[in-house]
């Protein structure tokens, strides 16, 4: 749903204005899919000068080198990828893997994502049309991967997502990532960030129409502190300026279906 305007403020308001901003979000990245990479790639509205963008790409490559290493040190064998998006991160997972499933509820941004795995020779992923929020594993994973999404969690469904992610995980699975820093020249030039403790974003598209979507700001430490105070164990990190990353399990190593 495309709106005119809302206040940003906590996303936690009532439940059925929760689903509506949830439903919003959806709703926005079908429309966004076909400018999507911009963001990326520091295209058109995102593009934030020579130096800037030099400084973005060096994370890129820094997160990307991160994952690269976790992944060969860790050696899963199935994965599923949660709001897989345009694939960005879907082509890094895929070949590290045996199989990969991946979720996204916007087929504009699934029929990308198919295509750019197909100009890859890519064959390995099954995707799927599901709204993360309603989805439960049908089997378990070594891996569940995630980018830019969990920002878009709210903090009410905090808990309870991760209590999903433990029934999609195989023994010794985990959980890896990757999301964005507070950092103003992250965003497009005529977005304002929000503040470190809003949940809600307006966005605008290049056809200038307005969105709103939840967006949580983490922090290494204050992810860290988040996933201890719900059972989980990890040690989150910041590449120099624009992402969070790393990968969490349940401390007790318990995982699988909790109400089977
Ligand atoms: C910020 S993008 C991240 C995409 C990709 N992971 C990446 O790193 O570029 C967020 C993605 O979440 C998807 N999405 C939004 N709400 C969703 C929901 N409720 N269930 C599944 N996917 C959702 C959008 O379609 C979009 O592809």
């Not at 994973?141 to 999404?149: A, E, G, R």
């Amino acid at each position: 749903m495309a709106v005119s305007s809302r206040d940003e403020g906590s996303a936690g308001e009532s439940e059925p204005a929760l689903d509506e901003l949830l439903a919003g979000q959806v709703a926005y990245y079908r429309a966004r899919a076909g400018e999507y990479d911009a963001w990326w790639l520091r295209q058109g509205r995102f593009d934030r000068g020579a130096a800037t963008n030099a400084e973005w790409f060096a994370d890129v490559a820094a997160a990307e080198a991160a994952l690269a290493d976790w992944l060969a040190a860790r050696r899963p064998r199935s994965a599923v990828e949660l709001a897989c998006g345009t694939g960005l991160f879907t082509r890094r997972v895929a070949p590290a893997v045996e199989m990969l499933d991946a979720i996204d509820a916007s087929p504009e941004v699934i029929a990308r994502n198919r295509a750019r795995l197909a100009s890859l020779g890519i064959g390995n992923v099954t995707f799927h049309e599901a709204d993360v929020f309603a989805w439960r594993p049908s089997r378990r994973y070594d891996l569940v991967f995630m980018s830019f999404w969990l920002s878009h969690v709210p903090r009410s469904r905090f808990a309870a997502f991760f209590a999903t992610l433990r029934d999609a995980l195989a023994p010794g699975g985990a959980v890896y990532i990757i999301d964005s820093a507070h950092d103003a020249t992250s965003t497009a030039t005529d977005h304002v960030l929000p503040e470190r403790g809003s949940e809600v974003a307006t966005r605008k598209l290049d056809d200038g129409s307005m969105w709103q979507v939840v967006k949580v700001f983490w922090t290494p430490d204050g992810l860290d502190a988040a996933l201890a105070a719900i059972g989980w164990r990890s040690a989150m990190t910041q590449t120099p300026r624009y992402f969070v990353l790393g990968s969490t399990e349940p401390a007790t190593g318990e995982v699988g279906p909790s109400t089977m």
